[in-house]
C-alpha cells in the first residue's frame, strides 16, 4: 500500500467547473496535510496546509480532512486554464518532519 | 517575498565525479530538506537538517550523500561518487519560524549523469 495515494489522473474539467482532487494516506499518526501545485519543469509551490478536521478555504480553494477516514481532499472552484498542473497530496507526522508526497494528479481546464 | 535559491539550475556530469548542488534558504526558516525528483516521479525525501545537524533521513541518503551548512546561509547537498541513477531534479526547501510544515521550494537543480 502505498504511504500517500492520490486519485489517478489525468482529470480534465471544463473552465468554470469544480475539480475535486482526492488523496488517502496510510499513516495514521500523521498530523500534517498539504496541497502543492506543480507546473511542468517547475517546483511545488504550496496551494494549501489542513491540521484538523473539516473544510479550509483560501479563495477559490478547499480543502478537507477526515482524520478518522485518512482522507484529504482539495476543491478548485470556478477552475481556471491556469489551474492546469499536476496537485501533490503531501503528509507529514510533525510540523516538521518529512513530508511524503503522493504521486499528484494532473489537472486540465478545459477553455 | 523571499524566496529560496538554488545553483546551479543544470549540471550536467560523468558517473563517478562529486557534485555540489547548492541553496540559501529563505533567511528565517529554520528547517531545510533536501527532496529530489526523478522525471516522471513522484517528490521523494532525502534528508532535513536543523540546527546545524541532520535530523532526519531517506533510505535514499546513503554514504554518497551529505549535506552542510558551511557559512551560515548557504545549505549544500553533495554527491561523492555519482551513478547514472541520481539524475533526477533535486529541490532545496526550507521551513519557516513556528514549525507549520509548509514547504517552499527552490526552483531546483537538474542533475544528469551520463
Known amino acids: 500500500q502505498k504511504e500517500v495515494e492520490q486519485n489517478s489522473g489525468p482529470l480534465s474539467v471544463p473552465e468554470g467547473a469544480i475539480a475535486s482532487l482526492n488523496c488517502t494516506y496510510s499513516?495514521?499518526?500523521?498530523?500534517?496535510f498539504f496541497w502543492y501545485r506543480q507546473y511542468s519543469g517547475k517546483s511545488p509551490e504550496l496551494i494549501m496546509s489542513?491540521?484538523?478536521?473539516g473544510d479550509k478555504e483560501d479563495g477559490r480553494f478547499t480543502a478537507q480532512l477526515n482524520k478518522a477516514s485518512q482522507y484529504v481532499s482539495l476543491l478548485i472552484r470556478d477552475s481556471q486554464p491556469s489551474d492546469s498542473a499536476t496537485y501533490l497530496c503531501?503528509?507529514?507526522?510533525?510540523?516538521?518532519?518529512?513530508?511524503?508526497f503522493g504521486d499528484g494528479t494532473t489537472l486540465t481546464v478545459k477553455p | 517575498e523571499p524566496e529560496v535559491t538554488q545553483t546551479p539550475s543544470h549540471q550536467v556530469t560523468q558517473m563517478g565525479q562529486e557534485v555540489i548542488l547548492r541553496c540559501v534558504p529563505i533567511?528565517?526558516?529554520?528547517?531545510f530538506y533536501w527532496y529530489r525528483q526523478i522525471l516522471g516521479q513522484k517528490v521523494e525525501f532525502l534528508v532535513s537538517?536543523?540546527?546545524?545537524?541532520?535530523?532526519?533521513k531517506s533510505e535514499i541518503f546513503d554514504d554518497q550523500f551529505s549535506v552542510e551548512r558551511p557559512d551560515g546561509s548557504n545549505f549544500t547537498l553533495k554527491i561523492r561518487s555519482t551513478k547514472l541513477e541520481d539524475s533526477a531534479m533535486y529541490f532545496c526547501?526550507?521551513?519557516?519560524?513556528?514549525?507549520?510544515?509548509?514547504?517552499?521550494f527552490g526552483e531546483g537543480s537538474r542533475l544528469t549523469v551520463l
Open positions: 489542513i491540521y484538523s478536521n
Open positions: 526547501a526550507s521551513n519557516r519560524r513556528g514549525n507549520t510544515g509548509e514547504l517552499f
Open positions: 533567511s528565517n526558516h529554520l528547517y
Open positions: 499513516d495514521r499518526v500523521s498530523q500534517s
Open positions: 503531501a503528509v507529514s507526522r510533525t510540523n516538521a518532519g518529512k513530508s511524503t
Open positions: 537538517f536543523y540546527n546545524n545537524e541532520i535530523s532526519e
